[in-house]
C-alpha cells in the first residue's frame, strides 16, 4: 500500500464530522480513505451515511459496514472526499482515470465540501500530463471520435484487456484526449459538454476546496489561493 496515499487518507478522515453525509469516491486512494473512515466511525461509534460515486465503491464501503445510500435519497452531501489523476496550482483537476467521472462529478457538484487526496506527483503547474477522458454515449460514438480528431485533441478509445471498448458504470464509452495544446481549458470545458453525444468530461474546474497532499502533510484550501 502507497504510504504516501494512506497518508493522505488519514488527514482525509479527520476532517469528517460525526453525523455527516459523506461522498465516496473512485479508485485506489479513495479506497484507502473509505478504509480508514469504516474503522473510525466503528471505533468512535460514528453516525455517517455515504453516497457512493461507482458500483465498485458502494460495494466496497458495504463490505466495510459503512451505510450507503442513493444520491436521490439525501438532501444534501456535506462532504465528499476523493482522489485526482491531476491537479493544478488552482485546485483544477482531471479526475476519471477509473472511469467513474460521471458520476463523481454528480456527486461533487452537489456536496458542500470536496476534499481530494493526492500524492505530489499528481500536482503540476497546468493540466495535460494526463489524458482527459471524454463520456460518450455508444450512438453515433464514431462521429464524437470524428470531431475529437478535427479539434486536435488526439482521441484514442480506451479499450479493456479483451481489446473491446470500455464500458461505464451507465453504460457509455470512455474518449481519452489529449490536451497539452489548449490553452483555454474553461473554454474547452463547455465546448465539450456542449457537444452533443458527450455525456461528462474529466475537468473538474472550481470544484475542489481543499488537496491534501500525503507525501508532504500539505493542506491547500481554494480560499487562500492568491490568483495572479
Known amino acids: 500500500m502507497n504510504d504516501d496515499k494512506v497518508k493522505a487518507a488519514q488527514m482525509a478522515v ?27 466511525a466503528h471505533e468512535e461509534q460514528m ?29 444534501r452531501i456535506d462532504v465528499t472526499v476523493d482522489g ?3 491537479v493544478d496550482g488552482n485546485l483544477n483537476g482531471i479526475k476519471g ?15 458542500t465540501k470536496n476534499i481530494w487526496i493526492v500524492d505530489s506527483s499528481k500536482q503540476h503547474q497546468r493540466l495535460g500530463s494526463y489524458r482527459l477522458p471524454v463520456e460518450v454515449v455508444k450512438f453515433g460514438v464514431h462521429h464524437v471520435f470524428n470531431y475529437l480528431k478535427t479539434r486536435d485533441l488526439k482521441p484514442v478509445y480506451r479499450q479493456q484487456e479483451d481489446g ?10 470512455i474518449i481519452d484526449v489529449d490536451i497539452t495544446g489548449q490553452e483555454d481549458l474553461p473554454q474547452l470545458a463547455q465546448d465539450l459538454k456542449a457537444l452533443t453525444g458527450v455525456v461528462e468530461h474529466g475537468l473538474f474546474i ?17 480560499d487562500q489561493l492568491t490568483h495572479s
Not at 472511469?99 to 456527486?107: H, N, T, Y
Not at 471498448?165 to 457509455?172: A, I, K
Open 97 to 111: 482515470g477509473g472511469a467513474a467521472l460521471l458520476f463523481e462529478k454528480i456527486v461533487a457538484t452537489n456536496s
Open 47 to 75: 453516525d455517517i451515511t455515504c453516497v457512493a460515486t461507482s458500483v465498485q465503491t458502494s460495494q466496497l464501503a458495504l463490505g466495510f459496514g459503512l451505510k450507503v445510500v442513493d444520491i436521490d435519497a439525501v438532501d
Open 164 to 173: 473491446n471498448y470500455l464500458t461505464t458504470d451507465s453504460g457509455n464509452y
Open 84 to 86: 485526482a489523476d491531476e
Open 14 to 40: 479527520e476532517l469528517i464530522p460525526n453525523q455527516a453525509i459523506v461522498g465516496l469516491g473512485s479508485g485506489s486512494t479513495a479506497s484507502i480513505f473509505i478504509d480508514l473512515l469504516a474503522k473510525k
Open 206 to 222: 472550481d470544484i475542489c476546496d481543499v488537496l491534501l497532499v500525503g507525501n508532504t502533510g500539505q493542506a491547500i484550501y481554494k
